[in-house]
T-cell receptor, first 116, second 112 residues
Framework: ETGVTQTPRHLVMGMTNKKSLKCEQH?????MYWYKQSAKKPLELMFV???????ENNSVPSRFSPECPNSSHLFLHLHTLQPEDSALYLC???????????????FGPGTRLTVL | GDSVTQMEGPVTLSEEAFLTINCTYT??????LFWYVQYPGEGLQLLLK?????DKGSNKGFEATYRKETTSFHLEKGSVQVSDSAVYFC???????????FGAGTRLTVKP
């Protein structure tokens, strides 16, 4: 399998549930990202991992908890979410983040999350 | 701060029409510029990119030229197809930043 994959593609959860989103990249990249895409809003960066180290947390509420066990896998653990957290969650990867900035990012298909 | 502004949509065109989607940027350094496309139900796909002034990115009939003097990176296609219907995002990446800055997206609908 190639590129960036995300599972599940669709998720419906209640506000008290705990669930996890999974992202896997097969590109040999070292940087991975979580974005949130809401209707009629610009893409919002949530977290950045570079060589498994978190380098960015864009003021994301603690009910979202990322985990990066290795350079190929990225998780987003969800707990006690709110209805306004319903959105498309996109994972991306790039070669790495350096002082020159981030290289081209490659995106997965996203997980469509609905919080009831 | 660094940012991207792109024309608001939606844009509706007939097949074979000429397309322009405007994008301008503000950056303190020398950004790389990107166009991404998002087809319905999918994630973003890189369409083209340019890394320095006067570079032209091109792919699938789409082109964009990095214009430093006008801080622009407008997307063009000479003859659009129904299959080009999607949302198009302009983005930039600047040194010492961990993230890319995306525009709000422009929805294009091409009618037969």
């Amino acid at each position: 399998e190639t590129g960036v994959t995300q599972t599940p593609r669709h998720l419906v959860m209640g506000m008290t549930n705990k669930k996890s989103l999974k992202c896997e990249q097969h590109l040999g990249h070292n940087a991975m990202y979580w974005y949130k895409q809401s209707a009629k809003k610009p893409l919002e960066l949530m977290f950045v991992y570079n060589f498994k180290e978190q380098t960015e947390n864009n003021s994301v509420p603690s009910r979202f908890s990322p985990e990066c066990p290795n350079s190929s896998h990225l998780f987003l653990h969800l707990h006690t979410l709110q209805p306004e957290d319903s959105a498309l969650y996109l994972c991306a990867s790039s070669q790495e983040v350096t002082s020159l900035g981030t290289d081209t990012q490659y995106f997965g298909p996203g997980t469509r999350l609905t919080v009831l | 701060g660094d940012s991207v502004t792109q024309m608001e949509g939606p844009v509706t065109l007939s097949e074979e029409a000429f397309l322009t989607i405007n994008c301008t940027y503000t950056a303190t350094g020398y950004p790389s510029l990107f166009w991404y496309v998002q087809y319905p139900g999918e994630g973003l796909q890189l369409l083209l990119k340019a890394t320095k002034a006067d570079d032209k990115g091109s792919n699938k009939g789409f082109e964009a030229t990095y214009r430093k003097e006008t801080t622009s990176f407008h997307l063009e296609k000479g003859s659009v197809q129904v299959s080009d219907s999607a949302v198009y995002f302009c983005a930039l990446s600047v040194a010492n930043n961990n993230d890319m800055r995306f525009g709000a997206g422009t929805r294009l609908t091409v009618k037969p």
